[in-house]
């Protein structure tokens, strides 16, 4: 008996012993990962590597709001910054703990990543004169931890003494990074890499960098709380004329979404207030006026991944640079 039950004990132990074997032989190279099985026999499928350009392409261009890119994304957090996320395709992250989607809106600060592409019209009314903006600002994220923003400024169109000029502005590449990500909260850093493309009548031709850190935050129904804090820096170019400064800038909004993603032409409608502050931090002029703004704006989906945005900015210090500001967006998500 005793003898019996000692064999039948080695047997029962066998498949995972053999397992275990196969495994070293596995990772000796001798025989192929896909040949492992499972102490039941059960083949069992190694997660396939990446390269980095397989990333990439998959980021891009893949389809990255099916439900099994979705079951790709994971949490991020602080500890493992270095490690997790680089070698996994970005998908499009899972709505806040209170359902609310993770989007962008005009005038506030990001904090989560996306792939899309928008238009913004803008038009500045005041201090002598109107302003003319139109800007394309495309989202590329290159894997789970990383994505590139860039704006174009098309038309940057303001009045002078000399008269009204209108030209290309300075064009601006940002590479934000997802500091920690869970269901409810995304952390971002980004850094602004400002070029001097643009004209110095229009208050361009600087260079600048600027570090900026951004949240977003999603726990309670529809309502969304986003924002963030960093600097700008100029550094090059007509910093002199253009009247370019060093700031401290600030972000804080809060909205709430009232209709789902599919209720079009009015799906994922939010109505949020957004306030931004700038404090000059330099010795460039004899005052260092701090600039404080609200912008009431709204969101929309109108169909196929199309989105309508506008928003409204005004002032709320003295010596502000205009009396308010209009802007409208088309949105692509893609």
């Known amino acids: 008996m005793i003898k019996e039950r000692m064999t039948k004990k080695a047997q029962s132990r066998f498949p995972t012993v053999a397992c275990l074997g196969v495994a070293l032989l596995a990772a000796s190279g001798q025989i192929n990962a896909q040949d492992l099985v499972d102490n039941q026999g059960v083949p069992i499928t190694a997660e396939k590597k990446y390269s980095f350009g397989e990333v990439v392409t998959e980021s891009?261009?893949?389809?990255?709001?099916?439900?099994?890119?979705?079951?790709?994304?994971?949490?991020?957090?602080?500890?493992?910054?270095?490690?997790?996320?680089?070698?996994?395709?970005?998908?499009?992250?899972?709505?806040?703990?209170?359902?609310?989607?993770?989007?962008?809106?005009?005038?506030?600060?990001?904090?989560?990543?996306?792939?899309?592409?928008?238009?913004?019209?803008?038009?500045?009314?005041?201090?002598?004169?109107?302003?003319?903006?139109?800007?394309?600002?495309?989202?590329?994220?290159?894997?789970?931890?990383?994505?590139?923003?860039?704006?174009?400024?098309?038309?940057?169109?303001?009045?002078?003494?000399?008269?009204?000029?209108?030209?290309?502005?300075?064009?601006?590449?940002?590479?934000?990074?997802?500091?920690?990500?869970?269901?409810?909260?995304?952390?971002?850093?980004?850094?602004?890499?400002?070029?001097?493309?643009?004209?110095?009548?229009?208050?361009?031709?600087?260079?600048?960098?600027?570090?900026?850190?951004?949240?977003?935050?999603?726990?309670?129904?529809?309502?969304?709380?986003?924002?963030?804090?960093?600097?700008?820096?100029?550094?090059?170019?007509?910093?002199?004329?253009?009247?370019?400064?060093?700031?401290?800038?600030?972000?804080?909004?809060v909205g709430y979404y009232f209709t789902p993603h599919d209720y079009t032409p009015v799906g994922d409608m939010v109505w949020y207030v957004s306030t931004n502050v700038s404090q000059p931090i330099d010795n460039r002029a004899a005052t260092s006026n701090t600039f404080v703004s609200m912008t009431p704006g709204f969101r929309t989906h109108v169909g196929q991944n199309w989105y309508l945005l506008g928003a409204v900015e005004v002032p709320v210090t003295s010596n502000a640079p205009y009396d308010y500001q209009v802007q409208g967006g088309i949105m692509k998500v893609y």
Not at 113 to 134: A, C, E, K, T, V
Not at 168 to 182: A, M
Not at 208 to 224: C, D, E, R, T
Request: hydrophobic share 35%.
């Open 60 to 253: 891009v261009t893949g389809d990255v709001y099916s439900d099994e890119a979705a079951a790709n994304w994971q949490d991020l957090s602080y500890s493992n910054l270095f490690s997790a996320g680089w070698d996994k395709a970005w998908s499009s992250p899972p709505n806040g703990g209170g359902g609310a989607p993770r989007q962008g809106w005009l005038n506030a600060y990001d904090g989560v990543f996306f792939r899309l592409s928008i238009n913004i019209f803008g038009w500045q009314h005041g201090n002598g004169g109107d302003g003319y903006s139109n800007n394309i600002v495309s989202y590329t994220p290159l894997n789970q931890r990383m994505e590139i923003q860039t704006n174009i400024p098309v038309i940057a169109s303001s009045q002078g003494v000399s008269g009204r000029e209108t030209n290309f502005g300075d064009f601006v590449i940002t590479p934000r990074i997802i500091l920690s990500e869970s269901k409810n909260v995304t952390q971002t850093f980004n850094l602004n890499f400002r070029t001097p493309t643009g004209d110095v009548f229009n208050g361009n031709h600087v260079a600048s960098i600027g570090p900026q850190y951004n949240f977003w935050a999603n726990s309670w129904k529809g309502l969304v709380v986003r924002g963030g804090a960093g600097f700008s820096v100029p550094y090059s170019g007509d910093i002199t004329r253009s009247g370019a400064r060093s700031t401290f800038d600030a972000n804080l909004a």
